[in-house]
């Protein structure tokens, strides 16, 4: 049996998104692969515990749930609309939090997972900080990387998709530098998580792109028109493209058009795994409710 630790980090408001991540993950693991799967949280109350609870019991997997305060993230920038909060920043403490492991895979609450993550986990990291999937050529012209004539990776690596080398990073004070570089480029920061995430580790090692394969290059068949591809077409070919996205392990819903569980009809890979969730999970804001009422998908 292989034993793998994953972090997710969200709060209240994406309650629905939560379970449904953790139910594609669980649903797609090989039967010698056993998750235990991490929740950090700023606000999410013991009822909605115990009911996500349901959703691992009498399997090999394991889910916990723990507490961190907004605080740890006071002095760090959001963005205006509330949309991305404090919370973002809780990925980039996995070294810290849970020390009892060298390695530890982190993705993002707006997904599903429809593979297994044994192969990826298994990945020999060496000297890098950790391993992540490269969106796009680092340079000025590029929407992350103008900003910050510091970076000299290469690459822009997304955030959404992480498997942290949590022993080299806490021998070289990750969370100090995270810190550091919230005090020293606060404002600046545009894209949050992602912008200190390539500013603060030394070396990021490529992952394949079928472990961040956004919405709009999945549901296209000419994937050229996805919004997206503009990013990706500088760091991959069409036919690695199209080979990833035959193979995606993680769908990303992200960018246009949306969230899917603000669709008047979500997709297929979405439902799926919702209508297998305990139903008291299947939570919506005002704000849900009124980006479907105004949904055109």
Not at 25 to 32: F, M, Q, S, W, Y
Not at 41 to 69: A, M, V, W
Not at 109 to 137: H, K
């Amino acid at each position: 049996m292989t034993v793998i630790p994953i972090v997710l980090t969200f709060d209240k408001r994406i309650v629905l998104a939560g379970a449904v991540a953790i139910q594609s993950l669980i649903d797609n693991a090989k039967p010698e692969t056993q998750y235990d799967i991490y929740v950090y949280h700023p606000d999410i109350d013991e009822k909605t515990i115990q009911e996500y609870q349901k959703i691992t019991e009498n399997t090999r997997h394991k889910l916990t749930f723990k507490y961190i305060s907004k605080e740890r993230f006071k002095n760090a920038p959001i963005n205006k609309h509330g949309s991305w909060t404090e919370i973002v920043y809780y990925r980039l403490l996995v070294p810290e939090l849970l020390p009892q492991y060298d390695k530890i895979i982190y993705f993002d609450t707006d997904a599903v997972i429809l593979g297994d993550l044994e192969e990826v986990y298994n990945e020999d990291l060496g000297d890098y900080d950790c391993a992540a999937v490269a969106m796009e050529i680092n340079n000025e012209n590029m929407i992350s990387h103008k900003y910050f004539p510091e970076n000299k990776h290469e690459y822009t690596y997304i955030s959404s998709f992480i498997v942290f080398n949590n022993k080299r990073l806490r021998e070289n004070n990750f969370i100090e530098r995270i810190y550091a570089n919230i005090e020293k480029f606060n404002t600046r920061l545009k894209f949050f998580d992602l912008d200190l995430l390539n500013l603060t580790c030394e070396k990021i090692k490529d992952l394949k792109y079928r472990y961040g394969v956004f919405q709009s290059i999945y549901y296209h068949d000419d994937f050229t028109k996805g919004y997206e591809y503009s990013f990706l077409k500088h760091v991959y070919s069409m036919e690695e493209l199209q080979k990833e996205k035959e193979n995606t392990v993680m769908l990303h819903f992200a960018g246009y058009p949306g969230k899917p569980w603000r669709f008047k009809k979500p997709p297929e890979e979405f439902l799926k795994y919702q209508n297998k969730i305990p139903k008291k999970l299947v939570k919506y804001t005002f704000r849900d409710f009124r980006k479907r009422l105004f949904s055109k998908v």
